[in-house]
């Protein structure tokens, strides 16, 4: 993987406060969404503990795809900081409705946690509340899903007070459910047994109302903050408005920095953008807003998107998108389609769009090398070679309908037609949407 060294300040593993918290129910919160310290905050999960990965794929899903999805879920778990030491892969119709996993690949978990030591094991899916709390019970260490990975790794990014707040909201909406396991858990620990129905109804019911009552109150205050951008969005009326999409890691803020001389994060971690960033650029007299946002993922926790309505609001405002894909990738289609019905799902599916090829210096030289397969994988499943760069042009250029760029924004390839596609597009909406107005004083 190319590596960009780029720190900016940022320490890796700074501790994330808990914004807000909530007296008494804070600390049960924390032991959920990651290690509780003493004064009722809790640290960035995950750090320097060691994880063991579980998918359960569906039978007709090909060894590949598994490895290529546990790739990722291992990014997952290095951006969090965690060290993944184990995969373990079960092919199942669908998953266990108790346990997710099967009986017999669950004691073989069990054996691999007791025997390694390993502080977490993270499943590729979501959980229900039951299964968390059986598994919990079977494997007695910290259990992860995806969706709680996803949240954790935002909750370390977020610095604006809107990102902060939304992370928070998505913290509670994930919890609510599952309040039950929680208290089970914590029962568990005080030496009570594992009681199926946890310490007492009465007490949960408490919790779920203070959780409830925050959650309210997160959702007030993100109208508030709400207002406040729109008041900002206002000030830049007359603008035409660009939004950089795409998977998470392809580009987007490293292309955000060139067009905008900004200095904008960028490193190779998923989710390094959390909040977004509104720039105005000027390119050839032509000015408009340039915003780069949050990555998206397979499997983004529906929760996470509906509790990043603001930041989402900034794609759905945009006159323009520009969909930057990273054609090294080996899933960069899959990607796509995800960036695609994600967009769907926030009804910002029919704005103009161009798309942007980027990382075509890694494309064919340097191919994703599988970190680690998993037991049972079949090594000569066929692979289909690749198709080469310009074969990879010249095909896209031809179906796809939306105008077609291929980049670097490393090696600073073909920013200057990049440049020249975005004027050209932007100039045509800014004709459409503000045909009065004139930008001979800018420079
Ligand atoms: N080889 C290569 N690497 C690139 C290129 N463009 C960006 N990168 C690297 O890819 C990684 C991710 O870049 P970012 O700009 O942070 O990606 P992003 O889309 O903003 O990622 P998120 O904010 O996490 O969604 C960084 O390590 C970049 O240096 C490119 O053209 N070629
Ligand atoms: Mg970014």
Redesign the pocket.
């Known amino acids: 993987m ?3 060294p780029s720190s900016k300040g940022r320490k890796p593993g700074n501790s994330t406060r808990h914004p807000g918290a909530v007296d008494g129910v804070s600390g049960r919160v924390g032991r959920i969404l990651a290690k509780a310290n003493n004064e009722g905050t809790y640290d960035t999960a995950l750090e320097q503990e060691t994880a063991v990965l579980v998918a359960v794929p569906d039978k007709r899903q090909p060894d590949l795809q598994t490895q290529e999805y546990l790739d990722e879920l291992a990014f997952l778990a290095e951006t969090a900081g965690a060290k993944v030491t184990k995969r373990f892969v079960q092919r199942l119709e669908k998953p266990d409705i108790r346990t997710f996993v099967g009986e017999g690949k669950l004691e073989e978990i069990k054996a691999y946690v007791r025997h390694s030591n390993a502080s977490m094991v993270i499943f590729d899916d979501d959980l229900s509340p039951s299964q968390l709390r059986n598994l919990e019970a079977e494997l007695q260490v910290k259990i992860v899903d995806r969706s709680l990975l996803i949240i954790d790794i935002f909750a370390s990014r977020a610095k604006s007070a809107t990102a902060r707040t939304q992370v928070e909201l998505a913290q509670y909406q994930y919890l609510l459910p599952r309040l039950t396991g929680l208290w089970t858990h914590l029962s568990r620990q005080r030496g009570g047994g594992v009681s199926q129905r946890g310490p007492g109804e009465t007490e949960i019911e408490t919790d779920r109302r203070v959780v409830r009552d925050r959650i309210a109150l997160l959702k007030d205050k993100l109208k508030e903050l709400d207002k406040q951008s729109n008041t900002q969005r206002k000030s830049r009326a007359g603008l035409v408005r660009v939004a950089l999409v ?1 998977y ?7 292309i955000m920095n060139l067009l905008s001389r900004s200095d904008v994060f ?8 959390v909040d977004s960033t509104v720039r105005k650029v000027v390119l050839e007299n032509t000015p408009f807003l340039l915003s780069d946002t949050v ?1 998206f993922i397979r499997k983004l926790p529906t929760r996470l998107i509906e509790s990043f309505k603001s930041t989402l609001d900034e794609i759905r405002e945009a006159d323009l998108l520009v969909h ?1 894909v990273d054609i090294s990738h080996p899933s960069f289609e899959d990607q796509i389609a995800v960036v695609n019905d994600t967009l769907k799902d926030i009804e910002a599916a029919d704005k103009p769009m161009l798309l942007v090829f ?2 075509i ?2 494309y064919d030289t340097e191919q994703e090398q599988h970190h680690g397969g998993f037991e049972g994988m079949n090594a000569d499943e066929d692979v289909e070679p690749r198709p080469t760069l310009e074969q990879l042009q010249a095909s896209y250029m031809a179906k796809m309908h939306d105008p077609v760029i291929f980049i ?4 600073r390839q073909n920013i200057d037609e990049l440049r020249a596609l975005l004027v050209r597009h932007v100039a045509v909406l800014q004709e459409q949407r503000y045909p009065y107005q004139t930008f001979e004083s800018e420079e």
């Open positions: 190319a590596n960009k795409g998470t890691n392809v580009g987007k803020s490293t960028a490193e190779n971690k998923l989710f390094a953008t990555g930057v980027n990382k210096d890694r670097s924004a490393q090696e």
